[in-house]
């Protein structure tokens, strides 16, 4: 699966779909993506989650990008 950039802040502070997703229960997927991060070009290994917002259940790719620097991905289709 391909995933985009979302967004990218603060550990507790990342935003998607309107909300700010650290408000919400993750559940880890059990796989992985591989993103690249949009300011350094590096590749990542970032955990897939599931998180239910408002009953709908959002597919999500997270991880550290450096020390409390937190990426979200989105899925690309």
Do not use: Q
Request: glycine share 12%; hydrophobic share 40%.
């Amino acid at each position: 699966m391909d995933w985009k950039f979302e967004t990218a802040g603060p550990t507790g502070e990342c935003k998607a779909f309107g909300v700010n997703l650290f408000k919400y229960s993750w559940r880890d997927c059990g796989e992985t993506a591989i993103v690249t991060d949009p300011r350094h070009g590096a590749e990542k290994v970032f955990h897939v989650y599931e998180v239910e917002i408002d009953g709908v259940v959002r597919r999500v790719a997270g991880g550290e990008f450096s020390n409390s620097v937190f990426g979200v991905y989105l899925p690309a289709d």
